[in-house]
């Protein structure tokens, strides 16, 4: 089974700083899609950006960028310009592509990370 | 206008109560989902549906059902709440081709006293 690892529970950032959350995973899966959604106290979960395991290149979604290193199964969260509105919850998760046996298409999530942004 | 809807958004009840958690998505999308959120444990899946024929149990259904009333409803229901289900519980929607990424609703808090 798979599993994702959020090591850090909290982080905080400056306004306008940069900040890199960490997510590692385990997995004996070569194709899959990892993903970063973003819960701020409203409580929904908002996707912010997808990596396809069989892409080299790092997603990229305006100030937020992924580190993708397969090998190491690692996946981080790059945010630049870091805004107010940026502080949330943020979730690492992983799925299988195209789903394997018994993977009930599901979403494993990590355990989260709580951004606190200070003005 | 929202494209996943959940209703109600806060729902308190007592221990025995049936309840049912309704959710609707305009994005046309064929599979839906419920999940469930506990402090610090990120989210567990507990039912998925491709269809509306299509029904199957995630890794946490012990205690709940679900019914598919059209592609654009996903119903969740706790035939007899108890406190242990007390979470806050999410429906999501992904289409059948390309990228499957699932779309939240923004959640329903249930309490169960």
């Known amino acids: 089974a798979q599993t994702v690892t959020q090591s850090q529970p909290e982080m905080s950032v400056q306004e306008a700083e940069t900040v890199t959350l960490s997510c590692t995973y385990d997995?004996?899966?070569?194709?899959?899609?990892l993903f970063w959604y973003k819960q701020p106290p409203s409580r929904q979960m908002i996707l912010v950006i997808r990596q396809e395991a069989y892409k080299q290149q790092n997603a990229t979604e305006n100030r937020f960028s992924v580190n993708f290193q397969k090998a190491a199964k690692s996946f981080s969260l790059k945010i630049s310009d870091s805004q107010l509105g940026d502080a949330a919850m943020y979730f690492c998760?992983?799925?299988?592509?195209?789903?394997?046996?018994?993977?009930?298409?599901?979403?494993?999530f990590g355990k989260g990370t709580l951004l606190t942004v200070n003005p | 206008d929202a494209d996943v809807t959940q209703t109600p958004r806060n729902r308190i009840t007592k221990t025995g109560k049936r309840i049912m958690l309704e959710c609707s998505q305009t994005?046309?999308?064929?599979?839906m989902y419920w999940y469930r959120q506990d402090p610090g444990l990120g989210l567990q899946l507990i039912y998925y549906?491709?269809?509306?024929?299509?029904?199957n149990k995630g890794e946490i259904s012990d205690g709940y059902s679900v019914s598919r009333q059209a592609q654009a409803k996903f119903s969740l229901s706790l035939e007899s709440a108890i406190p242990n289900q007390t979470a806050l519980y999410f429906c999501a929607t992904s289409s059948a081709g390309g990228e499957d990424t699932q779309y939240f609703g923004p959640g329903t808090r249930l309490t169960v006293l």
């Open positions: 549906s491709f269809d509306v024929k299509d029904i």
């Open positions: 998760a992983y799925r299988s592509r195209p789903p394997a046996e018994g993977s009930n298409y599901k979403l494993t």
């Open positions: 994005k046309g999308h064929d599979r």
């Open positions: 997995t004996s899966e070569s194709d899959y899609y």
